[in-house]
Nanobody, 124 residues
């Protein structure tokens, strides 16, 4: 059974930064690509960032490109999302997820395990 637990969310002012973490259980974390998604109230869950298992390839939504950075420490089973220059429109619950290995990595349907989410609120 795979468990993903996000942390690091909170309230931050516009222009500020946060780093989200996602701790994964199990010994196969390093074998799988991972992604971050977010969901704002009344909106569908949307793709944020993706990273391959070997850290060679990363991919971002246009809305966060240049501001967010995805990374991982396979030895510690941890996934990160560094968020800089935050905007009010970044306010959402952020989820980490494990990619199934098939389908489009920018679609939620391609992910088989999800965390419970962590709230990020950007407001003055």
């Amino acid at each position: 059974q795979v468990q993903l637990v996000e942390s690091g969310g909170g309230l931050v002012q516009p222009g500020g930064s946060l780093r989200l973490s996602c701790a994964a259980s199990g010994r196969t974390f390093s074998d799988y690509a991972m992604g971050w998604f977010r969901q704002a109230p009344g909106k569908e869950r949307e793709f944020v960032a993706f990273i391959t298992s070997n850290v060679i390839y990363t991919y971002y939504a246009d809305s966060v490109k240049g501001r967010f950075s995805i990374s991982r420490e396979n030895a510690k089973n941890i996934l990160f999302l560094q968020m800089n220059s935050l905007k009010p429109e970044d306010t959402a619950v952020y989820y980490c997820a494990r990619w199934s290995g098939s389908g489009n990595p920018s679609l939620a349907s391609g992910y088989e395990y999800w965390g419970q989410g962590t709230q990020v609120t950007v407001s003055s």
